[in-house]
């Protein structure tokens, strides 16, 4: 199984920081990692795609980014409607597994 | 409008079993895998299973703690997908979402549904 480490696993952050969180696969998957938002009693929201392809209709203050095994998601000035947790997944090896989440919450 | 709709879940004893569904509307049902996902309370995003599309023969993947237990099929002419779970256990109680991937243009989840809760319980 490829295991997915995310840090933090929490963070506290104020409106208008820059933000970075990581995840880090247990072995090499290419390009293929995707980024999620949820917030709380919603389902999660798809923000990246291929590590890097903004999915449409997120704020472009959202990117992510590759180096080997270890994915970042940025968020470049963090809006109120920011304040969620953040998981990765790895959609194409069997079993399909998420990082354990980045809960993010206001300073 | 793509929309994915959760129906079925609910309390159910430990041992026993319940039917999901997932009603999808909006796109081409039979073009695209359809995942379940689940969310304990509290707790993050697991995988149980999936169901490829007409294209690959509608074949199914299945998380190992989930695999003998539960059984994924989906009727197109119903555009619905379905989660059967038997011998359930109370660490199955979880939100259960379905879940479309994208397909190879976006290889992830671009639409889940609301949910269903299923609670495993004596």
């Known amino acids: 199984d490829i295991h997915l480490t995310q840090s933090p696993s929490f963070l506290s952050a104020s409106v208008g920081d820059r933000v970075i969180i990581t995840c880090r696969a247990s072995?090499?998957?290419?390009?293929?990692l995707a980024w999620y938002q949820q917030k709380p009693g919603k389902a999660p929201k798809l923000l990246i795609y291929?590590?890097?392809t903004l999915q449409s209709g997120v704020p472009s203050r959202f990117s992510g980014s590759a180096s080997g095994a270890e994915f970042t998601l940025t968020i470049s000035s963090l809006q109120p409607e920011d304040f969620a947790t953040y998981y990765c997944?790895?959609?194409?090896?069997?079993?399909?597994?998420f990082g354990q989440g980045t809960r993010l919450e206001i300073k | 409008e793509v929309q994915l709709v959760e129906s079925g879940g609910g309390l159910v004893q430990p041992g026993g079993s319940l039917r999901l569904s997932c009603a999808a509307s909006?796109?081409?049902?039979?073009?695209?895998?359809i995942d379940w996902v689940r969310q304990a309370p509290g707790k993050g995003l697991e995988w149980v299973g999936r169901?490829?599309?007409?294209?690959?023969?509608?074949?199914?993947e299945s998380a190992a703690s989930v695999k003998g237990r539960f059984t994924i099929s989906r009727d197109d002419s119903k555009n619905s997908l379905y989660l059967q779970m038997k011998s359930l256990k109370t660490e199955d109680t979880a939100l259960y979402y379905c879940?479309?991937?994208?397909?190879?243009?976006?290889?992830?989840?671009?639409?889940w549904g609301q949910g269903t809760m299923v609670t495993v319980s004596s």
């Open positions: 879940a479309r991937d994208g397909g190879d243009d976006v290889d992830a989840y671009d639409f």
């Open positions: 909006g796109f081409t049902f039979s073009d695209h895998y």
């Open positions: 169901s490829r599309n007409r294209a690959h023969s509608y074949t199914t």
């Open positions: 072995q090499v998957i290419s390009s293929y």
């Open positions: 291929a590590a890097s």
């Open positions: 997944q790895q959609p194409d090896s069997y079993p399909i597994t």
